[in-house]
Each structure stands twice: as structure tokens, then as C-alpha cells.
């Protein structure tokens, strides 16, 4: 069923889709049978039809849709390369591994060009050529996967020079005689990756980690956001303890720093800081301090407490000065440690200590697109 699928997909090109997709079913519906159908089929099964072919030809599908649809290009080739994990282990096929790493070659350059190694591409590439004699698309595939490396690389370096070279066009014509891959999807992808060129030339977003952030207008989801954060610093403790008794701690977090325990005690607040905002606030950091923590869940007793007031906005010009002042006579005054941590601290924070990543996945848990 799914070979016959297949062959109609080479026959009837303007079908394609559709019996890829039923091929891809077909494949995948072949699971392992019970002993008893086992024994009558003589006694042998093999996985390679739901763990190579159901995703081959899965991802085949979804190329040719990109080509229908033009506009979710992006969309479509992430599914493609969605649709081939797995391919890279188990039941092996030259034709599959191929294809995968131009696959996801394509996808890059769509979605985020520096982001792919063309090394490692390259030699994923060359893996495959070794075991099979090269053929005249391998020549076109590796011209293509160095080119288009080179291409984003040189548009970030040193744009003028690259826009007289145009490596990019010879990329896209290489990958266009690729017949797995064909002129129709690469044209379908020109749109795509010309944006990126304009991107890289007109250089990076900066400020999506601000936007994001700043866009919060909801507490709560604030402070899952910033646990989350803490939780990638791989904390001793890390605890969401906002409530009617938090004491003015919303978060709590147990750090290690050179061997030195440090509890880290968050109040967490939207938006701007203003003055009714800051009495408020003024008064839970005071209760921070003067009602302790229980340490029934901390692995050992903290050496130091820090305070920290986090907020996705800034103090606004005419509560700065009463702040300031309270934080120093907090210092002075008491050996109290707390820090006001405004937006730009905080994205800096998120910078240094490399929790990027770990700040995408939190916002998309939140369903917060990024900015």
C-alpha cells in the first residue's frame, strides 16, 4: 500500500501531496504484530516502514504543501524536519540521511541562518557520500550547504563585499536542481530567506527580551516566569510563595555561590514604579527581613539573605529619589542587601548567565509569543 502510494506520487506529480501522506500512513499503520501474526508471516517484522519510510515520506509531503502554500513556507518546513527525527539512528537509508540534512539546512536559512554549522552539516553530508558512489546532486548539495553558510556569514562581516559575490543565488540554484528537493520548493523558500538577508544586513533584533518582558501585565504570570529563570541557575531551593502570609516574599531561591549559601528572596511587581506602587512594595521588602523564613525546606541554613524587588518597568522620575534613599539607609542602617532589579537589570541577568533559551521555553509555556 504505501509503495504503491509512493509510485503514484511519481507518476501524478499535480497529487503528489496526497500520496505521500497516504504512503507516510501507510507506513506508519505497519506495526509490530502479536506473537500468532508473527509466526504467519514467517516470523520475521521489521520496523523500517514506521521508523524510516512513515517520515520520509511524511516530510516529502509537507515540502511539496510549502510549494501549494507558500505563505506558511516556515511553518511547513519545520514540520518537515519535525517529521525526520528519528531518522538518524535505527534502520538507515543514504537517500533519507540526505535528504534530512538538506532538510534542515533549508529550514535554517528560513528561520534562523546563523544558526547551523555548515561543518557539521558537511560532514553529516559526506557521511552518506562515502557509503554510496558520489553522484552529480551530491556535488550540488555540498555547493549548496557551503554557500549559503558563507553567504549569512559574510552578510553579517562584511556586507558590501558579500552582495557582489552572491553566493546566496548560487546556493538556491544548486539546491534547485537537487531533485528531492526541485526548483518549485526552493522558489517557494526565496521569499523566506531574502527577509533574512535584509535581517542580517540590517542587523539584529536586540530588544525582543525587553518587549517580551515588559508586555507582561499579569503578576502572577510574571513570577512563574522569573521561577523558571531561577530554576535554570540550578538552585539548592526554588520556590513560587506569593499569598495572603508570604511576608513579602514572592519567590524564594537557595543559591550557591563559591560554597557561600545565599537565600535569594524575591518581590515581584508589574510595570512601572510609581509612588503608591513603591509603599507598597516598601512595606513587604520591610517584612522580608523581619519575619525569617522556615528552613524546613532548605537542604542547609543559608550564610547570607539577599532581597531582590523585580519589576518589568523602571521607577518613574518622581519616586526615584525616595527609593534611593530607603535602599541606602536599608544598607547603612540595618546590613540589609537589597537590590532593585528594573528591566534592563534584568534582561542584562538573563544575558550573562546564558538563561536565553531557558527564557523562550518560559514564555512559551506562558503562551507569550515572542516580540
Known amino acids: 500500500m504505501g509503495w504503491r502510494a509512493v509510485t503514484l506520487a511519481n507518476v501524478i506529480p499535480a497529487e503528489a501531496m496526497a500520496h505521500f501522506d497516504e504512503a507516510a500512513d501507510a507506513f506508519a499503520a505497519d506495526a509490530q504484530p502479536d506473537a500468532e501474526e508473527l509466526m504467519r508471516r514467517g516470523g520475521s517484522w521489521s520496523g523500517a516502514n514506521q521508523q524510516l519510510w512513515a517520515k520520509y515520506f511524511r516530510a516529502r509531503a509537507r515540502l511539496i504543501e510549502s510549494i501549494r502554500e507558500p505563505a506558511r513556507v516556515k511553518e511547513l518546513l519545520g514540520h518537515a524536519v519535525d517529521a525526520l527525527v528519528g531518522t538518524e539512528a535505527g534502520w538507515h537509508s543514504s537517500e533519507v540521511s540526505k535528504f534530512n540534512v538538506l532538510v534542515k539546512v533549508l529550514f535554517s536559512l528560513v528561520s534562523d541562518p546563523l544558526s547551523f554549522s555548515a561543518d557539521d552539516a558537511r560532514r553529516e553530508y559526506e557521511a552518506e557520500v562515502h557509503r554510496t558512489e558520489q553522484a552529480l546532486e551530491d556535488r550540488l548539495a555540498m555547493t549548496f550547504i557551503a554557500n549559503a553558510a558563507d553567504a549569512f556569514r559574510g552578510f553579517q562581516s562584511d556586507p558590501d563585499t558579500e552582495l557582489t559575490r552572491d553566493r546566496i543565488g548560487i546556493a538556491l540554484n544548486a539546491l534547485a536542481k537537487i531533485p528531492v528537493i526541485g526548483s518549485d ?3 517557494a523558500a526565496r521569499p523566506e530567506i531574502g527577509k533574512n538577508v535584509r535581517l542580517t544586513l540590517e542587523g539584529p533584533v536586540r530588544t525582543w527580551a525587553h518587549r517580551s518582558l515588559g508586555n507582561i501585565g499579569d503578576e502572577a504570570v510574571l513570577r512563574r516566569v522569573l521561577l523558571r529563570l531561577l530554576q535554570g541557575t540550578l538552585p539548592r531551593y526554588a520556590q513560587i510563595r506569593h499569598g495572603p502570609i508570604e511576608y513579602g516574599k514572592d519567590i524564594a531561591a537557595l543559591a550557591d555561590d563559591g560554597g557561600v549559601s545565599i537565600l535569594c528572596l524575591y518581590q515581584v511587581k508589574c510595570g512601572e514604579m510609581n509612588t503608591p506602587k513603591w509603599r507598597d512594595a516598601r512595606a513587604e521588602l520591610e517584612e522580608m527581613f523581619l519575619v525569617p523564613m522556615s528552613e524546613f525546606q532548605l537542604p542547609v541554613s543559608p550564610q547570607r539573605i539577599e532581597g531582590y524587588l523585580v519589576t518589568n518597568g523602571h521607577a518613574n522620575t518622581h519616586v526615584e529619589p525616595v527609593m534611593e534613599g530607603w535602599f541606602e539607609e536599608q544598607r547603612s542602617d540595618h546590613g540589609r542587601d537589597i537590590t532593585f532589579m528594573h528591566l534592563d537589570k534584568l534582561v542584562d541577568w538573563i544575558f550573562k548567565v546564558r538563561l536565553v533559551n531557558e527564557l523562550r521555553a518560559a514564555l512559551d509555556e506562558e503562551g507569550i509569543k515572542v516580540s
Open 185 to 187: 520548493v526552493t522558489d
